[in-house]
């Protein structure tokens, strides 16, 4: 179950008329940041802008028209969202082994590295990515020297 609730606005075609605000751009501005801030009053944090196809019925004799409608889409938290995810119990957890032999990963036991965990090299995720972005995953792995 999510954790947010969405809703979709028609984002505005038509400037208001604004008084002080001569240009179309700028009249365009302040009626998105009204409603904007319409939204935020009421809890709503903006998410997105998309644009979707639309099929509009012009009239018994006559072909639909097509057109995109520009969506803002808002999310909240829902009332009843728990704040932290729950822990998952012992026995709804996977068992490794048996995703292992069902993606046909199973090491047969002769190729079962003898070393302890703690002294395998695995590969581990660095990222470095500021909040809000999507991340770049590199594999740190061990270097191996190069044989000419």
């Known amino acids: 179950m999510s954790r947010y609730e969405y809703r979709a606005l028609p984002a505005p075609s038509r400037p208001a008329k ?22 935020a009053a009421d809890g709503w944090e903006y998410l997105r802008a998309d644009t979707l196809p639309l099929e509009e019925p012009r009239g018994l004799l006559s072909r639909a028209r097509s057109s995109f409608q520009t969506l803002l889409v808002f999310r909240r938290l829902r009332e009843e ?5 729950q822990e998952i119990s012992p026995a709804a957890r996977p ?15 002769s190729q079962t590295p003898s070393l302890p965990l703690a002294e395998q ?28």
């Open 95 to 109: 068992d490794v082994r048996m995703v292992q032999r069902l993606w046909g990963r199973e090491k047969p036991e």
């Open 18 to 39: 604004i008084k002080g605000v001569k240009r179309p751009d700028e009249k365009l501005a302040v009626t998105v940041s009204d409603v904007m801030n319409r939204m």
């Open 121 to 148: 090299q695995k590969p581990t995720l660095v990222t470095s990515a500021p909040e809000g972005s999507t991340p770049r995953i590199v594999a740190d792995r061990p270097t191996e020297p190069r044989q000419p």
């Open 81 to 85: 969202a728990p704040a932290m995810p």
